[in-house]
């Protein structure tokens, strides 16, 4: 299981970092930038090959306020809301590493942790969802008070997927959910901007305990359809499925599902990939090479394709390069081991 979880978060970053160059581009400009088949490897991004972005960032930071949650020692009626109020701890402790909070008379807890490390204090395309949200919150844990459903949420909670797996007898599929759900919704208020949240951390969980994708994929759909407002989030998922199958060829697929700006449809992009990839560097590259947040949806990408065929599916050259691989590997290692 060790492998799944490593190659969960470092898939996620690895498709973070071969997106990164190429988020803002259309597919005809990635084309001619990069060639007929796009971008196919690390390209400079924040001064570096293979530089991660925000995404892998908040995805860290949410590990490390889920470990510390578990560590405080309520296991009781209360333990999902301390698991919320200690990430939302962590987020502020990104926000501080994006340049958004003055140190002067922070709590200590902002200031140690994943916030000391060199590689997480860089400015890399924060969400402005995600920046003002924190910058409104005023009590720990509190849902966002806006109505956003962009991509900012799904795209950091695979650990809570990962988290569920290590304490699979108290975490079910709708525990996990949940969890999702509600650690999404401390920045984005709009149902749409938390579910798929829910939905890819019920799949990260199903993949890396050993399911198949299609088995994990039904249980997510079942969780899915308890929810209020579901239709939305189903709606994407089913026809990623249904495109997947359809033989349509990737770029005509991706552009039927959108571009990835919302949550929904960079959970349905990522989903498609993983359904219709070869390897793992064949669905990372169909899920960057498209119109819309390539950074996003590779990431999540590489987290699905990551916790089903692990690490050593991921390839060398990329891990090579790879930003705070180090970093990653260990956070990974720490969500395995409840340390």
Known sequence: MGARFR??????????????????????????????????????????????????????????????????????RNHHAELLRSV???????????GEMNLEGLDEELVDGLA???????????GRTCLSALHAMRVLGAPARNDSKGCGGVMRMAPAGLFAAGRAVSMTPAATFRLGCDLAALTHGHPSGALPAGALAVLVRGLVRGESLDDALQATKGCLR??????????????????????EPPETAIAMLGGGW????????????????????????????????????????????????????IPKDWLAELEAREVITAMAEELLTGA
């Open 226 to 247: 308890r929810a209020p407002r579901h239709e939305e989030t189903l709606s994407a998922i089913l026809r990623a499925e249904d495109l997947a199958a359809s033989g």
């Open 88 to 98: 939302a701890q962590a987020y502020l402790r990104w926000l501080r590493t994006q």
């Open 116 to 126: 000391i490390l060199p590689e997480l204090n860089a400015r890399r395309g924060p």
């Open 7 to 76: 190659g969960c978060l470092l898939g996620g970053a690895c498709g973070d970092a071969l997106g990164a160059p190429v988020e803002f581009m259309a597919r005809s400009e990635i084309l001619q930038g990069f060639g007929p088949d796009g971008i196919t490897t690390f390209a400079p991004a924040f001064g570096r090959r293979g530089g991660i972005t925000d995404d892998t960032q908040m995805t860290l930071f949410t590990a490390e306020g889920l470990l510390r949650g578990a560590a405080s020692g309520d296991r009781g």
């Open 262 to 313: 919302v949550a929904e449809e960079a959970l349905a992009i990522a989903l498609y990939c993983a359904l219709t990839a070869r390897d793992f560097g064949d669905g990372v590259w169909i899920a960057v090479n498209h119109d819309g947040d390539s950074d996003s949806t590779g990431a999540i990408a590489g987290n699905i394709l990551g916790a089903l065929w692990g690490e050593g599916a």
